[in-house]
C-alpha cells in the first residue's frame, strides 16, 4: 500500500499556524500534554481489558516511554495504549475539527495561555511548538502499523509501516525539533518537566538515560615487564590478573522510572506512614523541618476529589508579600497537574496551607476564565476551608503545638475574621488575646466567657501599641475595680479583626476607650452620677470653652476611679491606636483621616484631687488664667496616656520646664533667656496665689 496524503481540516491548518508563528514562553507544555494524551491511551486499553482481557495480550506492560536521541536531533514519546486504527488516524489528527479547535483560536487570539490547549481536545497540535516535523507510528489492536506525518504545511501522509520494528499496542510520537529547542533533549530538562506536571500520572513514565560504565575486559597485548616489579614482591595471582584485563568505558542505555512517588492521596490514610507524609510534605514545600499538622481526605457524592492539606511549622517570611504568586495549593485533574496558583481554590488568609487537590469532576487542563466561573471549584473551596478549620481544632488540642502555629499564622486567622464572614464565628474561636488577668499566657475568647461574673455584659477590649502602654492605661481603672477582664490588642491586625467580629457567642466586644460605654451600676451609683455630672457642669463647660475645638465635649467620667481624666473617641471612628496605625500608612490617603479621625471627648474623674481643686478655682473666678493653663496640662497629659500623638511636642515640653522650673524656684529668664510667648496657651502664670508655685 502506498503512501495517502490528505489535507488538514481548515480550522486545524489555521491553529498549526497560529501555534508554529506566534511566541508562546511556556513550550515546554507539549510535553505534558503528549504525556496526558498517553496516560488517557493507556486508561482506555486498561479499561477495555477489564471486560476482555485477551486486548493486553499484544504488549501486556502499560507504561509511557521518552527517549531523546541527541544525534538526530529526535524526541521519542511511547505508550502502549490502545493505539490507533488508520480511520482514528485520519479522523482525530487532522481532518475533522474538534469542536474545541475554533473555541481554542478563539480563546487564544484573545489573550488566553496557550498552556490551556489540552482543555480544547486539541493538545497533541502542542507539539508543533518544539518540532518542525512530527510523526506518529501506532498500532492498534484491530488494525496495521502506520506511520501519520506532517510538517504542518497544510497536509498530512499515512503509511503502512514497514521500516519501523512492530509495537506490539500503543503508538509513539517521533519530534524532530526545531533547531533552537534542542534543550528538550536534555535529560536533566525532561525530569524537571515531568517532576512538575506529570509526576502523578498513574503509569510509570520511563526515561531512557545513557550512562557510560567501565567494563573489565581481556587485554590480548601482554604488557613488558617493568624494571620495578624485579623489586616488589608482589602477590603472582594479582599479577596475572593486572596484566589479562583492563578497563573500558561503554555506552549503557536503560529505562530510568521518573514518576516513583505514587500519588499518596490515591491510597488509604491508615496505610501510610509518618514518614511518607512528612517526605510527600518536603517534597511538595521543599521545606526543611516536618510538617505540624496534616489533614487527608476524600470527598465522595455529587462530586469526588481527594485531598491532602499540610500546616507548616513556621510561617515563610514572604507570606504577606503582595507581589508573591501563591504557589500552595496544586490542583489537579486525574492525576495531571494543572496549575499551583489557582486563587480560586482556597482565601488568601489561608495562603499558609500546603497541599494538594486532586478533582475527578473538572475538565482536564480548565484554563483560569473558565475556573472563576466553575461551580465544581466553589464546592471544593467551601470543604477546603471547613477541613481547614477542623484541622485547627485538632492542633487547638494540644497547648504547645497551637502556641507554635498561633505565634506563626495568627495574624492569617485574625484577617480571615476581617474577610470571610461565613466562617468568622469559627474563627473567633481561635483567637487568642493578653488580658488583664492573663498577661503572661493569652486567652481564648471561650475563656474569657467562663471567667465573666454574672453582672457583666458584654467582652471588653483595648487596643494600643505595646502591652506595656495598655496594662495601667487609665481607661481599666473602675473595671478592675469591678473585677471585669479587659482583653489587651496589641497587634495592628486586632482591631480590623475586633470591629468586624462585632460579638462572639451573643456577647458583645466593646471597645473601653470610646464612648458610650455602660457599665452595669446599682440605682445608687446612677443617683450619684447623676448629682455628679450636675455639680460639675460649670467646670466642663470652662474647660471645653478653653480647650476650643480640640475636643467635642467635655463630661464626667464612669470609666476613671484614679486619673484626672482620660480622652475617649467617638464609638464610631478610629480609636486612638488606630488613627496611630493609619498615620503610619506610608501609602495613606490623607483626605480618609479627615473624617476617620474622631472627635474626642475629655472625661473628668470627679474624685480626684486636682479636678476638685480646678472646680473650686472655676467657682472663685472663671477667668482665672491659671485654670486655662492647667487645663492645657491636663489635656496634653490625657493624649499621652490615651494612646494619642502630641501635635505640638515642643509647646508641652516647655509646659514641663516651667513647672520644673517654678518647682525648683529657678528664674524663669535664666532657664529660657528668650522664650517666645506661647500663642496656643498663654505661659503659666506665677503669681503667689498660683496653685502651681505651690510645688
Not at 505514587?262 to 521545606?287: A, G
Not at 473538572?362 to 464546592?379: D, F, G, M
Request: glycine share 4%; charged share 35%; with cysteine.
Amino acid at each position: 500500500m502506498a503512501t495517502e496524503s490528505f489535507g488538514f481540516q481548515a480550522e486545524i491548518s489555521q491553529l498549526l499556524d497560529l501555534i508554529i508563528n506566534t511566541f508562546y514562553s511556556n513550550k515546554e507544555i507539549f510535553l505534558r500534554e503528549l504525556i496526558s494524551n498517553g496516560s488517557d491511551a493507556l486508561d482506555k486499553i486498561r479499561y477495555a481489558s477489564l471486560t476482555d482481557p485477551s486486548q493486553l495480550e499484544s504488549e501486556p506492560e502499560l507504561y509511557i516511554r521518552i527517549t531523546p536521541d541527541k544525534a538526530n536531533k529526535v524526541l521519542s514519546i511511547r505508550d502502549t495504549g490502545v493505539g490507533m486504527t488508520k480511520a482514528d488516524l485520519v479522523n482525530n489528527l487532522g481532518t475533522i475539527a474538534k469542536s474545541g479547535t475554533k473555541a481554542f483560536m478563539e480563546a487564544l487570539t484573545s489573550g488566553a495561555d496557550i498552556s490551556m490547549i489540552g482543555q480544547f481536545g486539541v493538545g497533541f497540535y502542542s507539539a508543533y511548538l518544539v518540532a518542525e516535523r512530527v510523526q506518529v507510528i501506532t498500532k492498534h489492536n484491530d488494525d496495521e502499523q502506520y506511520i501519520w506525518e506532517s510538517a504542518a504545511g497544510g497536509t498530512f501522509t499515512i503509511t503502512p509501516d514497514t521500516v519501523n520494528p512492530p509495537l506490539g499496542r500503543g503508538s509513539e510520537m517521533r519530534l524532530y525539533l526545531k533547531e533552537d529547542q534542542l534543550e528538550y533533549l536534555e535529560e536533566k530538562k525532561i525530569k524537571e518537566i515531568v517532576k512538575k506536571h506529570s509526576e502523578f500520572i498513574s503509569y510509570p513514565i520511563q526515561l531512557v538515560v545513557t550512562k557510560e560504565v567501565e567494563k573489565e575486559v581481556e587485554d590480548d597485548e601482554v604488557e613488558e615487564d617493568k624494571p620495578e616489579s624485579k623489586i616488589e614482591e608482589v602477590d603472582d595471582e594479582e599479577t596475572e590478573k593486572k596484566k589479562k584485563t583492563k578497563k573500558v568505558k561503554e555506552v549503557e542505555t536503560e529505562n530510568e522510572e521518573l514518576n516513583k512517588t505514587k500519588p499518596l492521596w490515591t491510597r488509604n490514610p491508615q496505610e501510610i506512614t509518618p514518614e511518607e507524609y512528612s517526605s510527600f510534605y518536603k517534597s511538595l514545600s521543599n521545606d526543611w523541618e516536618d510538617h505540624l499538622a496534616v489533614k487527608h481526605f476524600s470527598v465522595e457524592g455529587q462530586l469526588e476529589f481527594k485531598a491532602i492539606l499540610y500546616i507548616p511549622k513556621r510561617a515563610p517570611f514572604d507570606l504577606f508579600e503582595t507581589k508573591k504568586k501563591r504557589n500552595n495549593i496544586k490542583l489537579y485533574v486525574r492525576r495531571v497537574f494543572i496549575m499551583d496558583d489557582c486563587e480560586d481554590l482556597i482565601p488568601e488568609y489561608l495562603n499558609f496551607v500546603r497541599g494538594i487537590v486532586d478533582s475527578e469532576d473538572l475538565p482536564l487542563n480548565i484554563s483560569r476564565e473558565t475556573l472563576q466561573q466553575n461551580k465544581i471549584l466553589k464546592v471544593i473551596r467551601k470543604n477546603i476551608i471547613k477541613k481547614c478549620l477542623d484541622l485547627f481544632t485538632e492542633i487547638a488540642e494540644d497547648k504547645e503545638n497551637f502556641n507554635k502555629f498561633y505565634e506563626a499564622f495568627g495574624k492569617n486567622l485574625k484577617l480571615g475574621i476581617h474577610e470571610d464572614a461565613q466562617n468568622r464565628s469559627k474563627l473567633a474561636e481561635f483567637l487568642r488575646f493578653h488580658s488583664t488577668k492573663s498577661t503572661d499566657e493569652m486567652t481564648s475568647l471561650n475563656d474569657y466567657i467562663t471567667r465573666m461574673p454574672e453582672v457583666q455584659k458584654s467582652i471588653y477590649y483595648l487596643t494600643g501599641e505595646s502591652l506595656a502602654s495598655v496594662r495601667d492605661s487609665p481607661f481599666l481603672e473602675v473595671l478592675k475595680k469591678k473585677g471585669f477582664e479587659t482583653l489587651l490588642l496589641i497587634d495592628p491586625i486586632d482591631e480590623y479583626a475586633i470591629t468586624q467580629l462585632k460579638e462572639f457567642d451573643g456577647k458583645k466586644l466593646v471597645c473601653v476607650s470610646k464612648e458610650g460605654l455602660e457599665l452595669e451600676e446599682t440605682e445608687e451609683e446612677k443617683k450619684e452620677r447623676e448629682e455628679e455630672t450636675a455639680a460639675f457642669e460649670d467646670l466642663c463647660k470652662t474647660i471645653k470653652d478653653a480647650l476650643g475645638d480640640k475636643v467635642e465635649k467635655v463630661v464626667i467620667s464612669n470609666r476613671i476611679a484614679d486619673s484626672p481624666c482620660v480622652l475617649v473617641t467617638g464609638q464610631f471612628g478610629w480609636s486612638s491606636n488606630m488613627e496611630r496605625i493609619m498615620k503610619a500608612q506610608a501609602l495613606r490617603d490623607s483626605s480618609m483621616s479627615s473624617y476617620m479621625a474622631s472627635k474626642k471627648t475629655l472625661e473628668l474623674n470627679p474624685h480626684n484631687a486636682i479636678i476638685k481643686e480646678l472646680k473650686k478655682k472655676v467657682a472663685e473666678d472663671k477667668a482665672d488664667k491659671s485654670v486655662r493653663d492647667l487645663t492645657y496640662l491636663l489635656f496634653e497629659t490625657a493624649l499621652l496616656t490615651s494612646g494619642f500623638v502630641l501635635d505640638e511636642p515642643t509647646n508641652f515640653a516647655k509646659r514641663i520646664y516651667r513647672m520644673i522650673s517654678l518647682g525648683l524656684d529657678v528664674d524663669e529668664d535664666e532657664v529660657v533667656p528668650e522664650a517666645a510667648a506661647d500663642e496656643a496657651a498663654p505661659a503659666l502664670e506665677t503669681p503667689a496665689a498660683s496653685a502651681m508655685e505651690e510645688m
